[in-house]
């Protein structure tokens, strides 16, 4: 198979849709991998790194996304990249189409695209391996940026998350007891902030209260939302709804109630966001200021630590790159549950005709 890892081209998106080492194993299983010229420049990989994998490095954009039958993105691809598409590619990568434009999914089934999300794969005990390790990133990023965040430099209200004595810590809410919010409360309380977690699932708040004993736990809804963005200095949201945009559980009144200069991360802006007045950022201008608090809203987090990030979502996605490779796309589908879940378009028909596919017609 021919295999396309491009550069990516949003702006302070550093990670690679591949690394050598991944580029050798499939070069020994025979395979044809074109890297576009410093691809991986932003993780640390040279081209030289790549070539010595095995890949081939190609100059072109149009020539990357031209030979391959399989392109390994990270991003959701730009406008431009699916037009180089040839028809009938497969594509994968953190592809986010819950919150695509419309126009890019139109032509994503014109040109008979398959297009396979990694962070739709999900195992048979109802596990998604890959956005779990970038989640995991995600919240641990979570606590040192907002410690940043409340800094007077940064514009924030000059609270040190932990305190010291006789000055209490920073109040930290947390919205959302998956993955993300597991992990940004385990380096919030490490941090010595007092923290809350939300969440509507009860057990998840047992498996919070049994991990970390001082955090205290309250069920999502809007009277406990509002109870606690009048106090929270940090307020995260890391809601999730798999396939789906996340609801608006963070209303604009609740917003305006919080103190001047508080912190708003909204962790779900990757499929939407759960806060009203949350709209995207990036990592050249992360915060803006509205109804007088901080909104940080960047939907590549893990962006930033490139080569960590590469190497940990590439140790989760790489069983299944490679089955794709191996038996083809079709093949890949038919056995692998996991992957078949993920496929949000298939030869240009939206979520696959399942049923069709498994009977071999």
């Not at 990568?93 to 890019?104: E, F, M, N």
């Not at 695209?113 to 998604?128: C, K, M, N, V, W």
């Not at 963005?229 to 995260?236: H, I, P, Q, T």
């Not at 508080?262 to 009203?276: H, L, Q, T, Y």
Request: aromatic fraction near 6%.
């Amino acid at each position: 198979m021919n295999i396309g890892i491009p550069r990516e081209r949003r702006i302070f998106e550093y990670r690679v849709g591949l690394t050598p080492s991944g580029v050798q194993m499939l070069s020994q299983q025979g395979h044809t991998i074109y890297v576009e010229h410093n691809a991986g420049m932003g993780a640390g990989f040279s081209d030289t790194d790549y070539e010595q994998a095995g890949a081939r490095i190609v100059y072109s954009p149009h020539e990357v996304f031209g030979r391959a039958d399989l392109v390994l993105k990270v991003a959701r691809p730009m406008m431009e990249e699916i037009e180089w598409l040839r028809p009938g590619t497969t594509i994968a990568g953190l592809l986010h189409l819950a919150s695509a434009r419309h126009d890019k999914l139109e032509l994503l089934y014109e040109k008979d695209i398959t297009a396979i999300p990694y962070e739709q794969i999900r195992l048979d005990d109802g596990s998604f391996p890959i956005r779990h390790v970038l989640s995991q990133i995600g919240g641990r990023l979570a606590a040192q940026i907002g410690a940043r965040l409340l800094q007077n430099n940064a514009g924030g209200k000059g609270v040190m998350l932990g305190g010291i004595a006789g000055v209490p810590p920073a109040e930290v809410a947390i919205i959302g007891a998956g993955v993300v919010g597991t992990c940004a409360a385990q380096i919030f309380v490490g941090m010595g902030a007092q923290v809350t977690v939300l969440d509507t699932d009860l057990q998840a708040l047992e498996r919070i209260v049994n991990q970390f004993p001082h955090v205290v736990t309250m069920i999502s809804n809007p009277i406990n939302i509002s109870r606690v963005c009048a106090y929270a200095d940090v307020l995260v949201g890391a809601i999730l709804v798999h396939g789906e945009r996340p609801p608006i559980v963070v209303t604009r009144d609740m917003v305006r109630s919080m103190k001047p200069r508080s912190v708003i991360m909204d962790i779900s802006i990757d499929e939407g966001g759960c806060v009203e007045t949350s709209r995207p950022t990036n990592h050249e201008h992360p915060t803006y200021i509205e109804e007088g608090v901080i909104h940080y809203c960047v939907p590549n987090i893990p962006s930033v630590v490139a080569r960590s990030a590469t190497y940990a979502f590439q140790n989760t996605a790489f069983p299944f790159i490679f089955e794709i490779a191996n038996k083809g796309t079709e093949k890949a589908i038919q056995e692998n549950p996991a992957i078949q879940r993920a496929v949000q378009t298939y030869r240009g028909d939206l979520r696959l005709h399942l049923s069709t596919l498994n009977n071999g017609k």
